[in-house]
T-cell receptor, first 113, second 114 residues
Framework: DQQVKQNSPSLSVQEGRISILNCDYT??????FLWYKKYPAEGPTFLIS?????DKNEDGRFTVFLNKSAKHLSLHIVPSQPGDSAVYFCAASVGNTGNQFYFGTGTSLTVIP | EAGVTQFPSHSVIEKGQTVTLRCDPI?????LYWYRRVMGKEIKFLLH????????ESGMPNNRFLAERTGGTYSTLKVQPAELEDSGVYFC????????????FGPGTRLTVL
């Protein structure tokens, strides 16, 4: 059973506007969340993360919001740029235990110039 | 610093054949992970090595899959015999000792079983 879900397979946004990518999870034990970005024929690259003790983390144009009560997180990209066009994966883990990341199915973002 | 490398980048084999995938982690990284993505689905964990020891292999689909990490450096993932449902992209990731949430991914090996 999938514990991390990204219900939007794709998203198109105009350059300069905000991109909002959403992710839901079911496991209340998850306490660390990450977003990875993936270009075709490349591996996922780390973008931004957030610990469950926070509700927001910001890094330049990228902000991740965490709503623990709703088991929901979102990635905001402002302003969106054509180079942001990629597949974005949400991932979660249980503590710093060395164990696996649980990934969503990804959202393909297209930023239209 | 070199990133995680994987070989081959693509492999096309027939059902019943054997394939071996290789991963070279970032130098000095004790943790090595294998993941797989079947087309359009999520990236799923297969197993985790700490140095040469298997820490967690709960994601390995069945006994047709064998992973090794001799000497705690590179790792191989062998599929024998391959089945159609084994097709997908196999990713390797590595992280430094104690930094489990800092996983760096390789470019993946795309495996197609015909």
């Amino acid at each position: 059973d999938q514990q991390v879900k990204q219900n939007s397979p794709s998203l198109s946004v105009q350059e300069g506007r905000i991109s909002i990518l959403n992710c839901d999870y079911t496991n209340s034990m998850f306490d660390y969340f990450l977003w990875y970005k993936k270009y075709p024929a490349e591996g996922p690259t780390f973008l931004i993360s957030i610990s469950s003790i926070k509700d927001k983390n910001e890094d330049g144009r990228f902000t991740v919001f965490l709503n623990k009560s709703a088991k929901h997180l979102s990635l905001h990209i402002v302003p969106s740029q054509p180079g942001d066009s990629a597949v974005y994966f949400c991932a979660a883990s249980v503590g710093n235990t060395g164990n696996q990341f649980y990934f969503g199915t990804g959202t393909s973002l297209t930023v239209i110039p | 610093e070199a990133g995680v490398t994987q070989f081959p980048s693509h492999s096309v084999i027939e059902k019943g054949q054997t394939v071996t995938l290789r991963c070279d982690p970032i130098s000095g990284h004790d943790n090595l992970y294998w993941y797989r993505r079947v087309m359009g689905k999520e990236i799923k964990f297969l197993l985790h090595f700490v140095k040469e020891s298997k820490q967690d292999e709960s994601g390995m689909p069945n006994n047709r899959f064998l992973a090794e990490r001799t000497g705690g450096t590179y790792s191989t993932l062998k599929v024998q015999p391959a089945e159609l449902e084994d097709s997908g992209v196999y990713f390797c990731a590595s992280s430094p000792a104690g930094y489990y949430n800092e996983q760096f991914f390789g470019p993946g090996t795309r495996l197609t079983v015909l």
